[in-house]
Nanobody
Framework: QLQLVESGGGLVQPGGSLRLSCAAS????????IGWFRQAPGKEREAVSC????????YYVDSVKGRFTISRDNAMNTGFLQMNGLKPEDTAIYYC????????????????????WGQGTQVTVSS
């Protein structure tokens, strides 16, 4: 069973940057899309960004467009989320997921198609 481990979270001031990593083990990420989701206290888990496995097409939720960049390195079996221009409203636990890539990248970027989850990493944006 594929295992995912996120890293790279932390405390950062508004306007700062973080790079999250999602390392896979006990299997390969190659067949799967990679998704990043976040959950703030008292809120539902929401999709932030996804990347497909075959063509590396990407999707971003409107609130992070132009600030976040998703990528993957299949040789490293790892996905990444570069987060720039962080805002307090980006504060949440960030989870990566291996996504079943059965449709377009935007349509597959939901918890419904997430097959495996990481344990999450806390991102706090505060001055």
């Amino acid at each position: 069973q594929l295992q995912l481990v996120e890293s790279g979270g932390g405390l950062v001031q508004p306007g700062g940057s973080l790079r999250l990593s999602c390392a896979a083990s006990r299997g390969t990420l190659d067949p799967y899309g990679i998704g990043w989701f976040r959950q703030a206290p008292g809120k539902e888990r929401e999709a932030v960004s996804c990347i497909r496995s075959r063509d590396d097409s990407t999707y971003y939720v409107d609130s992070v467009k132009g600030r976040f960049t998703i990528s993957r390195d299949n040789a490293m079996n790892t996905g990444f989320l570069q987060m720039n221009g962080l805002k307090p409203e980006d504060t949440a636990i960030y989870y990566c997921a291996a996504i079943i890539p059965i449709t377009t990248v935007q349509a597959m970027c939901t918890t419904r198609f997430a097959r495996y989850w990481g344990q999450g990493t806390q991102v706090t944006v505060s001055s």
